[in-house]
């Protein structure tokens, strides 16, 4: 099965909101359950995903049993937000893109984080992202991560 692939933009105070954003996104789309968002925050605040590539991203994600669909909703904010780093909780990054996993099979979770990083330590990727419209993003997403 395809992977769903959701694009907003919006702005965040902080790393907390932005994942509800992603979460309420992925909610109306039918793909996850009403408190997705919140079990990612909570993930989040003990297991952080913000990761120090050459381009900053962070890839919140939790599980949870209502997922419907494979899906990624990728956040692009106004501005920059903090995350505490996946590595070192002691380091922060900053980032404007948000990658908000929901994968439905653990079996398939592994998988899905890796070929996610490849893709995340791609810089060239990454700023193709930034600037394409949001339904050749998807396309491109789908192209490059399955």
Do not use: W
């Amino acid at each position: 099965m395809k992977n769903r692939y959701l694009v907003i933009h919006g702005f965040a105070r902080d790393r907390y909101e932005a994942i509800t954003m992603c979460g309420e996104a992925l909610y109306k789309e039918g793909l996850v359950s009403e408190q997705f968002g919140t079990l990612c925050v909570e993930r989040e605040k003990y297991y952080p995903t913000g990761l120090p590539t050459e381009i900053p991203t962070a890839i919140p994600h939790a599980k949870d049993e209502s997922i419907t669909q494979n899906s990624v909703c990728f956040l692009k904010l106004d501005r920059p937000v903090s995350f505490k780093r996946m590595d070192d909780d002691t380091q922060d990054v900053s980032t404007d893109m948000i990658f908000n996993l929901a994968i439905k099979d653990p079996n398939e979770h592994l998988q899905a984080l890796q070929n996610m990083m490849g893709f995340l330590n791609d810089s060239e990727a990454l700023l193709k992202c930034k600037s394409l419209s949001d339904e050749e993003l998807i396309e491109y997403l789908q192209e490059k991560i399955g």
